[in-house]
Nanobody, 116 residues
Framework: QVQLVESGGALVQPGGSLRLSCAAS????????MSWYRQAPGKERELVAVISSAGGSTDYADSVKGRFTISRDNAENTVYLQMNSLKPEDTAVYYC?????????WGQGTQVTVSS
């Protein structure tokens, strides 16, 4: 069965850093575009970062540009999100997403809380 399992969420102070991981199994990871989304209470789920299947292209939401970096290791079937200079508005549940053509998968999410 397909699984996407996020980890690395934590409580961190403003200005701090976290590294999220998403471990994939049950599908051909290297064929899928991978993304990170986030959702705060009462807000819509929003796209944070995208990386192409081979890792050669990335895109970011304006709110995280210059602070977050998405990367992937296809040999490990894992996608990462390095988050630096964290702000309280980054507080959300972060979800891993995989897409190829008409097929998509979601992870269960990991909580990131940025609080002073």
């Amino acid at each position: 069965q397909v699984q996407l399992v996020e980890s690395g969420g934590a409580l961190v102070q403003p200005g701090g850093s976290l590294r999220l991981s998403c471990a994939a199994s049950g599908f051909t990871f290297s064929s899928y575009r991978m993304s990170w989304y986030r959702q705060a209470p009462g807000k819509e789920r929003e796209l944070v970062a995208v990386i192409s299947s081979a890792g050669g292209s990335t895109d970011y939401a304006d709110s995280v540009k210059g602070r977050f970096t998405i990367s992937r290791d296809n040999a490990e079937n894992t996608v990462y999100l390095q988050m630096n200079s964290l702000k309280p508005e980054d507080t959300a549940v972060y979800y891993c997403n995989a897409v190829r053509l008409f097929t998509g998968y979601w992870g269960q999410g990991t909580q990131v809380t940025v609080s002073s």
